[in-house]
């Protein structure tokens, strides 16, 4: 499944009510550690079909960041049945990420 690019008109179908964990990168093109964990995300997305994988740019969408405390980027956020149950700030090994995903 490809990586899907999320904004506040369709965050709360494809985040908050997807029947899969969610992901959801927060990130922006400017930053360096986003373009190095972006690569990973993309392989991420194409092995794993149990979570679905979303990035929500803080530039053009800074109520979503502000909605989940967004202060450093990226920052990972694992949602599941609508509730954040996990989260990360900085760039990681894919090794990491699929921890944190669980």
Known sequence: MAVLHVTKENFEKEVLQSDKKVLVDFWASWCGPCRM?????????????????????????????QAFGVMSI???????????????????PKADILALIG
């Open 37 to 65: 964990v972006g690569p990973i995300l993309d392989e991420i997305a194409e092995e794993q079909d149990a979570v679905k994988i979303c990035k929500v740019n803080v530039d053009e969408q800074p109520e979503l960041a």
């Open 74 to 92: 990226p920052t990972l956020c694992v949602i599941e049945g609508g509730k954040l149950v996990n989260q990360a700030v900085g760039a990681r």
